[in-house]
């Protein structure tokens, strides 16, 4: 499925506040920082400079959030794709605590910012994770005794089969989970455009239908489009899963997949609250996820399906109907009104890669599905950076990620076939 400029047709496009259009760049131009991307990660990083008192200029390659920010399945969570125990296993526990505040410190930004900007988004607390097995459910107790004991975090708790039965009456669920009501869910898109709106305010330039074809790092930097260019002291790459070969030492250290989504039919409160009692955003164990929520006008945003190919499915609906029929058969009679795909980026160890590629060039991406709190965190670490505080940073710095291997070409195929191997672990 080859996609244009415009939005997906989507569920959160449809809902979206103050869509407007912004011009595209032309002729030469200055700027303290040039920052490529407008998503969260770009959006972050421009606000807080300019707040600061910078000057920055964003170039958009589509639409502002048309990419992982305006399509993701709006969960805001606690820490890191991988859990705590496994970040105290790779990195030991200093680092690992250092990790879980960075954090948590992302999970704030997101709500500071929503109240501060008084962004129309949607925001909700709870954030349940749900197990297909009931093998499983001691991973949840021990998961949510280590963050109750260990780091102090109380907002989390333990859910046992039947809690978890009760609260979502699914037959694909059949072990315990853990409750956060410290994590959240919200409208992606709208949070996208608060933001946005935000910077505008605060002096930000932000261009679309402005795809950058190369950049240089140097004094200053040259960054050039089809029609125009920019100088800068520095430059923000902020593409995520749409940086392509613009930086090749950046893109073998992420992997684009394809993730899809759904809406349905608006339903009864007495349905909703029949498959999600507590109103929270909802994801499962499995390799391949299955994410949900109720949305504003109460339809069920379900997420299912991936694939690590170059186009979407053709007929996305069916595609993603199916895996929602999974977790819940009953459904079956329900009119699927949307359905849409998008990007995310993925590292080989599935922690964010964030950094500096050279003196004056910063980079962030590959959130690996935590996008929302990380890509919120990752551009306001890189603004506190380029400010003049590192401290953030280097806590990034000292996470190494790996590259894919086979370079940006042969890195396909080789990753396809361990993901095919998962999936098929899936369903056994």
């Known amino acids: 499925m080859k996609e244009s400029i415009d939005y997906p047709d989507s569920y959160y496009y449809h809902t979206a506040n103050n869509l407007k259009k912004r011009p595209s760049l032309s002729g030469s131009h200055a700027t303290d920082i040039c920052v490529i991307g407008a998503g969260y990660t770009g959006l972050l990083t421009a606000l807080n400079l ?77 954030n349940a994770n749900v197990s297909n097995d009931r093998d499983d459910d001691h991973h949840h107790k021990e998961y949510v005794e280590k963050l109750n004991a260990d780091y102090g975090y109380d907002l989390i708790r333990y859910m046992n089969p039947e809690e978890v039965r009760e609260m979502f009456h699914s037959p694909f669920f059949d072990g315990g989970g853990s409750l956060d009501m410290g994590g959240a869910h919200l409208h992606p898109l709208n949070y996208a455009l608060g933001l946005a709106e935000a910077a505008e305010d605060s002096g930000v330039k932000i261009y679309e239908n402005s795809r950058v074809t190369s950049y240089s790092n140097g004094s200053p930097c040259v960054v050039k489009t089809n029609h125009g260019e920019i100088k800068a002291d520095h430059v923000v790459l902020a593409c995520n899963g749409y940086l392509d070969n613009l930086e090749r030492k950046l893109a073998v250290k992420i992997m684009p997949i394809n993730n899809f989504i759904l809406a349905t039919e608006p339903m009864s409160q007495e349905e909703v609250q029949y498959i999600n009692r507590d109103d929270v955003c909802v994801h499962d164990n499995k390799f391949h996820v299955h994410y949900f929520r109720i949305s504003q006008d109460n339809r069920l945003l379900f997420g299912g399906g991936e694939n690590y190919a170059r186009n979407f499915p053709k007929d996305l609906k069916s595609y993603v109907r199916k895996t929602m029929l999974d977790v819940y058969p009953h459904l079956h009679d329900k009119t699927i009104d949307y359905a849409w795909g998008g990007r995310l980026g993925v590292t080989v160890n599935r922690m964010p890669h964030v950094g500096r590629l050279h003196t004056n060039v910063y980079f962030a991406h590959g959130y690996s599905g935590h996008g929302v709190a990380m890509a919120s965190l990752a551009g306001t670490v890189l603004a506190e950076a380029i400010d003049g505080t590192v401290s953030n940073l280097d806590i990034f710095s000292k996470i190494k990620i790996p590259t894919f291997p086979g370079g940006t070409l042969l890195r396909w195929p080789g990753f396809y076939l361990g993901m095919l191997y998962y999936a098929l672990r899936d369903r056994l």
């Open 50 to 126: 300019s707040e600061r008192g910078y000057d920055v200029t964003i170039l958009e390659a589509n639409k502002l959030a048309w990419g992982g920010s305006g399509r993701n399945g709006g969960q805001v969570g606690s820490g890191h794709n991988k859990k705590i125990d496994e970040l105290e296993k790779d990195y030991g526990k200093s680092l690992a605590n250092e990790l879980w505040q960075l954090s948590e410190y992302g999970k704030r930004i997101v709500k500071t910012r929503i109240e501060k900007h008084e962004i129309d988004c949607d925001l909700k607390a709870g």
